[in-house]
């Protein structure tokens, strides 16, 4: 992979950063629980942070990236995604926002796979890894919030 695709690559990972904070900062305005809009407001600032760690790529070339491994425990990948609304229910965003992080691992992980230099595939697979941390985290909510437990 020759730099021009390697910048085409990161400019379209950097839009779907854009794409994600867009997406949290809305549901976060539009929702009414205020632990649901402190969780998107602060995802909206992780995505924020993502975009900048790959802007720093195009600007200043790449760095070594350090991120604990998390596991992707799948809860709700077979759940269907519900509309976004101005009365989003905490469950139904957390589900949405569950998909978003899925689609985000997925793409990051894809781009892994097809990278031919080491250094650019661990970039890839540490985004990877982020995206599938906040899913892992949203996971862990929507299993405390859809199955509570009862003693």
Excluded: C
């Excluded at 854009?18 to 995802?43: R, W």
């Amino acid at each position: 992979m020759n730099q021009e695709e390697y910048n085409k690559i990161i400019k379209l990972a950097i839009d779907r950063e854009v794409e994600a904070y867009a997406f949290y900062k809305s549901v976060a305005d539009k929702v009414k629980d205020p632990n649901m809009k402190k969780l998107f407001t602060e995802l909206a600032g992780d995505e924020t942070s993502h975009r900048n760690l790959l802007q720093g790529y195009l600007e200043k070339g790449h760095k070594d990236l350090h991120f604990s491994a998390s596991k992707d425990y799948k809860v709700a990948d077979t759940l269907p995604s519900p509309p976004l609304t101005a009365d989003l229910k905490p469950l139904e965003g957390l589900v949405i926002a569950i998909k978003k992080e899925l689609e985000a691992m997925q793409m990051y992980t894809q781009l892994a796979n097809i990278s031919d230099d080491a250094p650019q595939k661990k970039v890839f697979t540490e985004l990877a890894s982020m995206e599938r941390g906040h899913k892992s985290r949203l996971e862990d909510i929507y299993t405390n919030m859809a199955f509570p437990e009862a003693w």
